[in-house]
């Protein structure tokens, strides 16, 4: 049982990456999954949320209008479309569902 974050890396400023959140061990297709991001020195923030059919999605203000957040059951992965990065947005991104955490994958923005 467990979930496993990729995707992250170094991007510039205004660049894109997309990250990947892909589940094992569970029935994944029922579980609402979010994305959550922690920032050197800083607490654990909520990003982005997906129910289980893919038919509701909410994000932080802070990154709403740049990512996205979608879902493909048939493959157990959720994935965050992350636009117009900024170096706030510097991190490492985990996904949660139900009780499980990732352990991460890490974000920077940079020129």
């Known amino acids: 049982v467990q979930l496993v974050e990729s995707g992250g890396g170094l991007v510039q400023p205004g660049g894109s990456l997309r990250l990947s959140c892909a589940a094992s061990?569970?029935?994944?297709?029922?579980?609402?999954v979010r994305w959550f991001r922690q920032a050197p020195g800083k607490k654990r923030e909520w990003v982005a949320l997906?129910?289980?059919?893919?038919?509701?999605?909410n994000f932080a203000d802070s990154v709403k209008g740049r990512f996205t957040i979608s879902r493909d059951n048939s493959k157990n992965t959720v994935y965050l479309q992350m636009n117009s990065l900024k170096p706030e947005d510097t991190a490492v991104y985990y996904c949660n569902a139900m009780d499980l955490w990732g352990k991460g994958t890490l974000v920077t923005v940079s020129s």
């Open positions: 061990g569970f029935t994944f297709s029922s579980a609402v």
């Open positions: 997906i129910t289980s059919s893919g038919g509701y999605k």
